[in-house]
């Protein structure tokens, strides 16, 4: 009897350990120099927070779609789709679509309104200091729950490769993402940041083109024989290939699939680290034509995890994907590994180390980009605005976003040891949910409702961020389940794994009720001045 392919994975991996540890060091050395490079560049605050507003349409379009093709996007759909069929590739059609709200609804005007936070949108027509603490907070939180995504995909793929399997090894990993990320981060501000993403995912898309033209060619580019082999591979027949394996079992998933739906595609738009990718670039119209940018390059990314989810289901056994990783997070570079000529092979050992590479240079630079956003925030908003009351230098503020940086990163760490076992899709789909249910509802009233307040604002931004936390918190993600963080104990009592049809529309009606009941009167004047702005760019820094 033949040892599993995970096991198989694992011992080409540690044969070929100097190609692996070779190529990684390369990817890191060569990002670590462009971010140094860039870094030398960062004058001031500017530099730091919008890279000086210099990069084109196409150049932030590259590095949105560096930023959003994740650790999720690589690991956690393509082991969704492995393990789900039809159901799995839900996230790819979610998170593709969510786009379309960015891009109406978002981009431009957030360019035109703000400087170089959310809270710098809401602060304009606003009371300052309780919206920049709110918005610096719900950043905060947002970009830790994307975070742990990223933390569990760099534990699961590095441990694969090397063949570790103490749980000391896998923390100690987590641990090294965290110390580069702050580097990252430290060093380079927003353009050694910027222009690792846009590196990474050129790196990304060229991988991900080069598993999918093999997966194709090994089935005569036959899409589908492709799907015919995953379903008999699966063991479930054309069920595999109808919804159903996840989703719509019973009442309780049917809402859930329901709530995930609407978590993705509303939040997409309540991102910080997405959001503030619209400040770095001159002119509204370049915000635009670089969300169109993005749109193309990440739908083309989304149509082609369809060969690596259906790939792996169709050549690896459904045991070996879970026993490498029970959220099929692995899924992705044993693929590689097989379509590369298997476990013994030179070109198989080959394929696994430079995918590996390349989506562990995807989780460098997304937690780079979740970091900057997060501890801009805090610089920006907490710090300078309200515990300095408008009166900290640039040089102090930067020096705040530093500091910051390294306190994110150790909560990061410490929370990505946690979740090493979880769905990184899923996790990522968590952040979805929070972003839309505390940061959505109150951009768009701040921008487009002339009485909103700015007690509707914190009914909103605390009412979604705190709900939202609360249910993930006492749902199946966090216990009760074998897939669960703490799977040896069930506190949870909430039935749905993503909290996104109770939270999103509370945020929503939070917003219009704390509005209606308060006293305060809005300020027309800054609305009026905040609608011509974000609908021309007049005035715009």
Known sequence: MSAPTYLLAAESASDNRPLIITLFTVFVLATLAITVWAGRQTKDANDFYAGGRQFSGFQNGLAISGDYMSAASFLGIAGAIALAGYDGFLYSIGFLVAWLVALLLVAEPLRNSGRYTMGDVLAYRMRQRPVRTAAGASTIVVSIFY??????????????????????????????????????????????????QMVKAVLLIAGTLLITFLVLLKFHFNVSDLLGEAAKNSGLGKEFLEPGQKYGLNATSKL?????????????????????????????????????????????????????????????????????????????????????????????????????????????????????????????????????????????????????????????????VFARDLNVAGLVALAFAVAASANLPTILYSLFWKRFTTQGALWSIYGGLVSSVFLVLFSPVVSGKETSMFPDVDFHWFPLENPGLISIPLGFLLGWLGTMVSKEEPDVKKYAELEVRSLTGYGAH
């Open 147 to 196: 975070l742990l995504a990223q933390m569990a995909g760099a534990g699961v793929l590095v441990s694969l490769l090397l063949g570790i399997t103490s749980e000391a090894g896998k923390i100690l990993i987590v641990v090294l993402v965290g110390v580069v990320m702050i580097l990252y981060v430290s060093i380079g501000g927003m353009k050694g940041t910027t222009w690792v």
């Open 256 to 416: 859930d699939f329901i709530s995930l739906g609407i978590a993705l595609v509303l939040g997409t738009a309540g991102l910080p680290h997405i959001l503030i990718r619209f400040y770095t670039v001159p002119t509204a119209k370049a915000a635009r034509k670089s969300v169109n940018w993005a749109i193309g390059i990440i739908g083309g990314f989304y149509l082609m995890t369809i060969a690596l989810g259906f790939g792996a289901a169709a050549l690896l056994k459904r045991e070996d994907i879970i026993a490498s990783n029970k959220a099929g997070n692995t899924a992705a570079p044993l693929l590689a590994e097989e379509i590369g000529g298997g476990a013994d092979s030179t070109g198989g050992a080959i394929l696994l180390a430079v995918i590996s590479a390349v989506a562990f240079a995807t989780i460098l630079a997304v937690v780079a980009g979740l970091t900057l956003a997060s501890s801009s925030s805090f610089a920006h908003d907490l710090y300078a605005n309200v515990i300095r009351k408008g009166q900290a230098s640039q040089k102090e503020e930067i020096s705040a976003a530093r500091w910051a940086t390294v306190g994110i990163g150790i909560v990061a760490v410490v929370l990505g």
